[in-house]
């Protein structure tokens, strides 16, 4: 217990903790630039209590039984985290989601990707979500 009292919290203040880098990964190898290379998402973590705001919007409280209980639309809760994690490419773009004939990015990115890909988009931002700086590499294997 002495050793505690010896120890300082100075590392845990908000101007000492370390920025969490942008995640790169390529969750298709169908999107590509000018010169035919695969082009990177970018996701950027947010914050615990953005995470609860978005979970607890995509949350409904039913009766069943007589008891209280919540379920969550885990496909919208989904898309809306993907909206706020990824940078590029602008998920919410009118442009982007009027190329594929869709008003919202939960249409989107069932529109625009595969299963498997959808599954890369997936993992990266639990990656993302957890603290996790996987490279691109990392993240295609």
């Known amino acids: 217990m002495s050793e505690i009292k010896n120890m300082s919290l100075n590392g845990f203040f908000k101007n000492k903790a ?16 000018k010169e035919d290379k695969p082009l990177e998402w970018v996701l950027h973590p947010i914050s615990t209590k953005l995470v609860e705001e ?7 409280t039913k009766l069943v039984n007589g008891k209280k209980v ?23 773009d009118a442009e982007l989601q009027d190329s ?11 529109t625009m990707l595969y299963p498997g890909e959808t ?23």
């Open 18 to 33: 370390k920025q969490v880098d942008d995640v790169r990964v390529v969750v298709s190898e169908r999107f590509t630039d």
């Open 54 to 60: 978005i979970t607890k919007k995509n949350t409904v």
């Open 70 to 92: 919540k379920e969550t639309n885990e496909e919208n809760l989904n898309a809306d985290l993907l909206e706020q994690v990824v940078l590029f490419p602008r998920l919410n």
């Open 100 to 110: 594929y004939g869709v008003t919202n990015v939960n249409d989107l990115l069932s």
């Open 119 to 141: 599954q890369v988009l997936t993992q990266a931002l639990q990656d993302v979500m957890s603290g996790k700086t996987n490279t691109v590499s990392e993240l295609k294997n």
